[in-house]
């Protein structure tokens, strides 16, 4: 399933905003070099049709598109993360636990 924020997460509901992002940043660390290529290559590719988007505008034209992409970037970027943690969040957990 596809969770566009970390409070979505069953296994993190306990957990505050600043814990949910340490366990996901951990689970992230677990991922073996392939699976962080990939994960860039994926974000990669749903960010760069918005940012080639934004050599068509000029001038003050492009600051309203500049924040929207701004704006656009965690939502877009966030899901992707999160799938790739999913398979790591138990280990993670169990080693913010172990640091408190």
Same mark, same amino acid.
């Given at each position: 399933?596809?969770?566009?924020?970390?409070?979505?997460?069953?296994?993190?509901?306990?957990?505050? /905003?600043?814990?949910?992002?340490?366990?996901?940043?951990?689970?992230?660390?677990?991922?073996?070099?392939?699976?962080?290529?990939?994960?860039? /290559?994926?974000?990669?590719?749903?960010?760069?049709?918005?940012?080639?988007?934004?050599?068509?505008?000029?001038?003050?034209?492009?600051?309203?598109?500049?924040?929207?992409?701004?704006?656009?970037?965690?939502?877009?970027?966030?899901? /992707?993360?999160?799938?790739?943690? *999913?398979?790591?969040?138990?280990?993670?957990? *169990?080693?913010?636990?172990?640091?408190?």
């Amino acid at each position: 399933m596809i969770y566009f924020f970390s409070s979505q997460i069953p296994e993190l509901k306990t957990f505050k /905003v600043r814990q949910r992002q340490q366990i996901i940043a951990i689970a992230l660390s677990h991922l073996s070099p392939m699976h962080k290529i990939v994960l860039s /290559v994926c974000k990669l590719a749903f960010l760069a049709p918005l940012f080639l988007g934004l050599a068509y505008f000029e001038g003050w034209m492009l600051l309203p598109w500049l924040l929207l992409a701004g704006l656009s970037y965690p939502l877009i970027t966030t899901p /992707v993360e999160n799938m790739f943690a *999913q398979p790591h969040l138990r280990k993670a957990i *169990q080693e913010f636990k172990q640091g408190e």
